[in-house]
C-alpha cells in the first residue's frame, strides 16, 4: 500500500491553512493515516513507497514552479496532476489551491472507487499498487457562487460554512432584522474560507411589503447611510444588500409607478454612500413582479450598484421546484435583464426551489442575538421536523434540474460568467447536511459546460452528499 506526504508551499493565510487542513482530512479518511506534512525545500526528498503531494499555488511552492506545465489565468481555477511518483494539485491563487484539493476528492479519488463482486467498497488509495495517472485543469464558470439566507435560521455557522466551502461557494448574503451580536466571528470565519459576507438589511421594506411614501425620501436615505456606519461599516464585511418597495405584485402603489420610483430612491441613496465610501459594494436585491414591464427605469440604477434580481418566473425563481410553466418566458427575461445595463452590467440572480422559511410561523427578532451557535440535540430535532419538505424538494429537484441548468447556462454565456448567483437555501439544515439539490447547485456554478447527466453522475457518488 502506498503511503503519502503533503508538501505544501506557504502557510501563512487562513485559506493556506484550510487547503492543507482539507487534504490532510481527506486522506485520512481514504486510508485511516494522517499523512506527514512538510514545507518544501531543497531538502525535499522522494521516499521509497510514498508519494509526494505537492499543494500550492507557482508563488508559494518552488516545486510547483520548477514542475508544473499548467498555464492558469482564471481566479479559483485549480491543475491536478497525477502520475506514478508525484501529484500537484496547484492553484491560480490561494482559492484555487483548496477547490483543488476538495476536486482531488471529487474528480479522482471518487472516480478510482469502486465495488468488486462481493459489493464491499474497495478504495483506490489502500488497493491499487501505483497511482492511477490523471490530469484536470478547471475553472469556474460564474464568478461569484453563493447562497441567500436569514441569519436567524443559520443554526450552526460552522457548519454552514464548511458546507459552504465544500461546495465551492464563495459568497453568501446573510439577511437579519438586526446585526447579530457575534458578525465580526461570522466573517473572520467566512473569510477563512474564501467566502465573502454580505450583510442584508432594508431600505424601507418589511416582510408586510408596507407602502412607503415613495416620493418624499431624502430623509430616510440619510436615516439608512446613518444605519450603515452605526451598525455594519466596521464588520471587515464585503458588502452590503438592501431590498426596497419592489416586492409587489402590482406596479404602482398609491398612484406611483413602482420602477420609477424605486431607481430614484436607490440612486438617491446610494449616492450618500458612495461619495464616502466609493468603494462599497451595494446588491439591490430587486424583485422582478412589480418593474418586469417597465425595465425601461431599472435600466436607469445607478451602474456602481450590483442588481440582483429575483422572482423572475418559474423555476429555478420560484419557490416551487414543480413550477416549469412559462419557463421558455423565464429564460427570455432572464436573457433581457442579464444585459439591460450593458455587457458590463453588475448583475447576479438569487434562485429559489431549495430549502426556505415557513412563513406561516415566521416571528421578527426582536433585537440584535447571537446567531448559528444552538444546541446539536436542536438541530436533530429541527432536521427530523423537516424531513417531509425536504424529500419534496429532492424528488422535483431530480425531475427538474434541467430547467436550473439552461438558466445558468444562459447567465453564463450571456455575462461571460461574470455574475453573481446565489440559491436561496434557508432553514433547511444546511449546517449539519449537504443535500444532493444544494450540491448539484453548486456543481452546476462550477461546470456550466458539462453534460446535466454528468453533473448529476459526478454529484451523486459524492459521499459527503445526502439524500434524504
Given amino acids: 500500500m502506498e503511503t503519502f506526504k503533503?508538501?505544501?508551499?506557504?502557510?501563512?493565510?487562513?485559506?493556506?491553512?484550510?487547503?492543507?487542513?482539507?487534504?490532510?482530512?481527506?486522506?485520512?479518511?481514504?486510508?485511516?493515516?494522517?499523512?506527514?506534512?512538510?514545507?518544501?525545500?531543497?531538502?525535499?526528498?522522494?521516499?521509497?513507497?510514498?508519494?509526494?503531494?505537492?499543494?500550492?499555488?507557482?508563488?508559494?511552492?518552488?516545486?510547483?514552479?520548477?514542475?508544473?506545465?499548467?498555464?492558469?489565468t482564471i481566479p479559483e481555477s485549480y491543475y491536478i496532476k497525477v502520475d506514478l511518483t508525484?501529484?500537484?494539485?496547484?492553484?491560480?491563487?490561494?482559492?484555487?489551491?483548496?477547490?483543488?484539493?476538495?476536486?482531488?476528492?471529487?474528480?479522482?479519488?471518487?472516480?478510482?472507487?469502486?465495488?468488486?463482486?462481493?459489493?464491499?467498497?474497495?478504495?483506490?488509495?489502500?488497493?491499487?499498487?501505483?497511482?492511477?495517472?490523471?490530469?484536470?485543469?478547471?475553472?469556474?464558470?460564474?464568478?461569484?457562487?453563493?447562497?441567500?439566507?436569514?441569519?436567524?435560521?443559520?443554526?450552526?455557522?460552522?457548519?454552514?460554512?464548511?458546507?459552504?466551502?465544500?461546495?465551492?461557494?464563495?459568497?453568501?448574503?446573510i439577511w437579519n432584522d438586526y446585526v447579530?451580536?457575534?458578525?465580526?466571528?461570522?466573517?473572520?470565519?467566512?473569510?477563512?474560507?474564501?467566502?465573502?459576507?454580505?450583510?442584508?438589511?432594508s431600505w424601507l421594506w418589511d416582510t408586510n411589503c408596507k407602502i412607503f411614501d415613495m416620493v418624499n425620501t431624502k430623509e430616510k436615505s440619510q436615516e439608512i447611510f446613518e444605519k450603515y456606519e452605526r451598525e455594519y461599516a466596521g464588520l471587515n464585511a464585503d458588502g452590503i444588500y438592501f431590498q426596497t418597495f419592489t416586492e409587489l405584485k402590482e406596479e404602482s402603489a398609491n398612484g406611483v409607478l413602482i420602477a420609477d420610483a424605486a431607481t430614484k430612491f436607490v440612486n438617491e441613496t446610494a449616492r450618500l454612500f458612495f461619495s464616502k465610501y466609493p468603494n462599497l459594494r451595494l446588491q439591490f436585491g430587486l424583485h422582478a413582479t412589480s418593474v418586469k414591464n417597465r425595465l425601461e427605469?431599472?435600466?436607469?440604477?445607478?451602474?456602481?450598484?450590483?442588481?440582483?434580481?429575483?422572482?423572475?418566473?418559474s423555476m429555478p425563481y420560484s419557490y416551487y421546484p414543480q413550477n416549469v410553466s412559462n419557463f421558455e418566458e423565464t429564460k427570455r427575461f432572464t436573457e433581457d435583464i442579464a444585459l439591460l445595463r450593458g455587457e458590463n452590467d453588475k448583475f447576479g440572480v438569487v434562485t429559489k426551489g431549495l430549502t426556505y422559511l415557513n412563513w406561516q410561523t415566521f416571528k421578527h427578532q426582536v433585537g440584535s442575538q447571537i446567531i448559528g451557535e444552538s444546541d446539536k440535540n436542536f438541530?436533530?430535532?429541527?432536521?427530523?421536523?423537516?424531513?417531509?419538505?425536504?424529500?419534496?424538494?429532492?424528488?422535483?429537484?431530480?425531475?427538474?434540474?434541467?430547467?436550473?441548468?439552461?438558466?445558468?447556462?444562459?447567465?453564463?454565456?450571456?455575462?461571460?460568467?461574470?455574475a453573481s448567483v446565489y440559491a436561496l437555501v434557508e432553514d433547511g439544515i444546511f449546517d449539519a447536511n449537504i443535500y444532493y439539490p444544494v450540491a448539484l447547485y453548486s456543481e452546476m456554478l462550477w461546470d456550466a459546460n458539462s453534460d446535466i447527466k454528468t453533473l448529476q453522475n459526478q454529484v451523486a457518488l459524492r459521499d459527503y452528499v445526502k439524500f434524504v
Fill in 86 to 173: 508525484a501529484v500537484i494539485i496547484e492553484g491560480y491563487d490561494d482559492a484555487g489551491a483548496l477547490y483543488g484539493v476538495i476536486d482531488f476528492y471529487n474528480k479522482y479519488m471518487v472516480k478510482y472507487n469502486y465495488y468488486g463482486p462481493d459489493e464491499t467498497a474497495k478504495n483506490f488509495l489502500t488497493t491499487r499498487q501505483k497511482m492511477a495517472e490523471f490530469e484536470c485543469l478547471s475553472a469556474p464558470s460564474i464568478k461569484e457562487r453563493g447562497l441567500w439566507t436569514w441569519g436567524h435560521v443559520i443554526y450552526d455557522y460552522k457548519g454552514y460554512l464548511d458546507n459552504m466551502m465544500q461546495l465551492k461557494f464563495n459568497s453568501v448574503i
Fill in 180 to 201: 447579530p451580536l457575534n458578525a465580526k466571528e461570522i466573517v473572520e470565519y467566512a473569510h477563512a474560507r474564501n467566502i465573502k459576507v454580505i450583510w442584508g438589511f
Fill in 379 to 418: 438541530i436533530i430535532d429541527r432536521y427530523n421536523k423537516k424531513i417531509p419538505f425536504l424529500k419534496y424538494i429532492q424528488a422535483y429537484w431530480i425531475t427538474s434540474a434541467d430547467n436550473v441548468y439552461k438558466i445558468i447556462k444562459t447567465i453564463k454565456d450571456k455575462k461571460r460568467g461574470n
Fill in 6 to 72: 503533503i508538501v505544501f508551499g506557504d502557510n501563512n493565510t487562513e485559506i493556506q491553512k484550510r487547503s492543507i487542513e482539507k487534504l490532510s482530512k481527506t486522506i485520512h479518511d481514504a486510508i485511516g493515516v494522517y499523512p506527514p506534512c512538510e514545507k518544501y525545500s531543497d531538502k525535499t526528498t522522494s521516499e521509497e513507497n510514498c508519494i509526494n503531494i505537492y499543494l500550492g499555488t507557482k508563488a508559494n511552492n518552488a516545486y510547483i514552479l520548477k514542475n508544473s506545465k499548467s498555464s492558469l
Fill in 297 to 313: 427605469f431599472i435600466k436607469n440604477v445607478d451602474n456602481r450598484i450590483e442588481i440582483i434580481w429575483e422572482d423572475c418566473g
